[in-house]
């Protein structure tokens, strides 16, 4: 099977390389891609924005799957072209992916079927927004309507900044503040069957013990020892089978990765938010446990066939990923640094790195391209394990001003 993977982070890096292994992917190509990315697939500079570029390049290499990783394709339409094309594409419609693309389409959507989730409104003023703050109170969460690369949130005790970041978007939604600890459950979809994968949880804050500015993310583990036994077949039960369905009624089949981003308050499971596609960095702790080979689980959702599909074999120990970020981000990250210590970080064979943002210069070295520059991940037999081998590859690298959050994990291994 020829395989084409869209995006160039460390999410279609963790991609690419689960896909290399897989003995059915005879040829694997990657556009744009990475540095990192261009070691285990064929890559291509293309806009991974425009459809046509897309399903002409996907016609042209005789892939037999297209997966899409990024959020932006997808709304953009990417899917709906090479599904044009004739070509199965591991990844929802456009209209599908308004499920990320609008919070206040993900609300009506829960709303109908019934989902937990946090009460909301939908603002477009600044006189609404001050109404929906104040009925329900502190800890204010404001989220813009649109994409925003997972920072348009702000969860702040502080009116004023709540009502400023209502004013810098063209329509919010406002919701009420959900404590508990956060989950991340992954399922893959073909439009009415779904297949859950193993939890995770993510770090969303710059700096340890999760303070500073919200990041794309800057580490995960997996699995959650902490989380409540049947918290899967519950989700899957409440809230992923039910979007799925109740978007199949719609006439908005969704296919591809169905993400929950879920609280688990004090009240009940409640979903935070829904993407749609693999998240990164959970994508990279989630994978690095999948012993199933992943081209068949992803052409299954493409083709429509997950309900044949043998139920997937898990790692039973654990994994870690730490995000290696460059200075500066999330707010103004300086790019263009040599980064050393690559091949050492993975010489024992105990972690890997996958590259985020990263490119190659003419003579071969790996420079900073990007915000979040690397993702260190590592197996292990338990957390602690995983833990203590990403950190030790992490050490081994060098970016200037490179910056890494090390509290990743602590609490889950230590308790
Ligand atoms: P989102 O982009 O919707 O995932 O939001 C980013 C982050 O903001 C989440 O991971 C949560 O940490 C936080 N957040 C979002 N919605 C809420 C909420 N209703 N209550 C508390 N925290 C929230």
Not at 168 to 180: F, H, K, S
Request: include cysteine; hydrophobic fraction near 45%; proline fraction near 6%.
């Amino acid at each position: 099977m020829k395989v084409l993977v869209i995006g160039g982070g460390a999410r279609e890096h963790a991609l690419c390389r689960s896909l290399s292994q897989d003995p059915a992917v005879t040829e694997l190509h990657c556009a744009p891609g990475n540095a990192g990315i261009a070691q285990v697939a064929t890559v291509h500079p293309v806009d991974q924005l425009d459809g046509a570029q897309v399903a002409a390049l996907a016609g042209r290499l005789g892939a037999a799957l297209v997966v899409v990783g990024p959020e932006a394709p997808l709304v953009a339409g990417v899917a709906d072209a090479v599904r044009a094309a004739g070509i199965p594409v591991f990844g929802p419609s456009a209209a599908a992916a308004e499920l990320e693309g609008s919070k206040a389409f993900a609300k009506d959507v829960m709303a109908a079927a019934g989902v937990p989730t946090a009460r909301s409104y939908v603002c477009t003023t600044a006189a609404e927004a001050a109404e929906a703050l104040d009925a329900f109170g502190a800890p204010y969460v404001v989220k813009d309507d649109g994409l925003a690369a997972g920072k348009g949130v702000v969860v702040t005790s502080d009116r004023a900044a709540a009502l400023a970041h209502a004013a810098g978007c063209e329509r919010v939604v406002i919701e009420e503040y959900l404590d508990g600890p956060e989950v991340s459950l992954f399922a893959i979809t073909d439009g009415t069957t779904v297949v859950p994968l193993q939890p995770a949880q993510d770090f969303k804050r710059a700096l340890d013990g999760d303070e500073g500015p919200n990041t794309g993310g800057m580490g995960a583990y997996s699995p959650l020892p902490w989380a409540p036994a049947g918290l899967v077949e519950e989700v899957l039960e409440t809230v992923l089978q039910p979007t799925v369905d109740e978007l199949r009624r719609r006439g908005t089949e969704f296919s591809g990765l169905l993400y929950a981003g879920l609280a688990l308050t004090s009240r009940g499971t409640r979903v935070i938010e829904f993407n749609a596609r693999f998240g990164d960095p959970e994508t990279q702790v989630v994978l690095a446990r999948l012993r199933t080979p992943l081209a068949g689980v992803l052409l299954a959702s493409a083709t429509g066939s997950l309900d044949q599909l043998e139920p997937l074999r898990w790692d039973e120990g654990a994994a870690v990923t730490v995000v290696v970020a460059s200075e500066g981000y999330p707010d103004a990250p300086r790019t263009g640094d040599p980064i050393e210590g690559l091949a050492e970080a993975e010489a024992d064979g105990t972690a890997f790195v996958l590259h985020a943002g990263t490119k190659a210069d003419e003579d071969g070295r790996v420079l900073s391209a990007g915000g979040r520059v690397l993702s260190v991940t590592a197996t292990g037999t338990d957390l602690a394990e995983a833990r203590e081998r990403a950190y030790a590859a992490v050490d081994r690298i060098s970016l200037k001003g490179g910056q890494h959050r090390t509290d990743i994990a602590l609490k889950a291994a230590t308790a």
